[in-house]
């Protein structure tokens, strides 16, 4: 059985660090940051490149992070280099790190995944790529693992990243207010009611199912198994 962590420490790769920082800043991850349960630290790549001129029409410098793939095709392909830096910065001397890329064609992401890496490391670097994707000699460089957080493509791994995020967090004990509210370690269903016991919308009523006004446990919990395999 995995000893799970009491600390977690994320290391961010994006381009929008502000697209995570928005779903950190409420609820129970903004109460994990404030008390140090969990910890996130943000690494733009444009920090790690140098300022070419002032473009004209342009109040800034460029920075620029993207550049054509060799070999032809549509799109831009993030650069080697600037992304390197930044998973660099993060990773430093740290011993227990996991180095993550968010791929379509990775491993598939679930609540296993995430109690194994709650149970192993005490920091991730989480890369999300933008465009066609990142320049492959990265992987060469890091030991990095593609994750996939289902079969489809997004336009970049921001989302993915506050996904590993959330699910890891939760199994870091004192995240959750009660930790074994986590419906992953109860038998639970998609269907939850709570009062009042009946209501009534446009002349019908709507009631709650009568097992779970019993305080018959057993049962209940018997009811609840067969909902989540469709056996009811």
């Not at 943000?42 to 002032?54: A, I, L």
């Not at 890891?168 to 009042?196: C, K, M």
């Not at 779970?212 to 989540?228: A, N, P, Q, T, V």
Request: with cysteine; charged share 30%.
């Amino acid at each position: 059985m995995l000893t799970l962590n009491p600390f977690m420490h994320f290391h961010v790769v994006t381009l929008f660090p502000d697209l995570v920082a928005g779903y950190l800043s409420e609820s129970i991850l903004a109460r994990a940051v404030r008390e140090k349960k969990i910890k996130v630290d943000f690494y733009n790549p444009r920090d790690f490149v140098t300022p070419t001129k002032v473009q004209k029409g342009k109040e800034k410098p460029y920075l620029r992070v993207d550049d054509k793939p060799f070999g032809g095709g549509p799109g831009m392909v993030m650069e080697a280099l600037p992304i390197i830096k930044a998973i660099s910065k993060a990773v430093q001397k740290k011993k227990k790190v996991k180095i993550v890329f968010f791929s379509p064609s990775g491993k598939k992401f679930d609540t296993s995944y995430a109690k194994k890496v709650s149970g192993t490391y005490t920091d991730i670097v989480l890369v999300c790529g933008r465009y066609e994707g990142i320049d492959a000699r990265i992987k060469k460089v890091f030991k990095m693992e593609d994750v996939s957080i289902g079969d489809y493509v997004l336009t970049g791994g921001e989302v993915p990243a506050m996904i590993l995020i959330d699910s890891i967090s939760r199994q870091i004990e004192g995240v959750l207010g009660n930790f074994d509210s986590r419906e992953e370690e109860r038998i639970a269903t998609s269907e939850v009611y709570t009062r009042p016991e009946v209501f009534e919308y446009k002349g019908k009523k709507y009631r709650v199912p009568k097992i779970l006004l019993s305080g018959d446990h057993k049962k209940i919990e018997e009811w609840r198994g067969k909902k989540r395999t469709g056996e009811l």
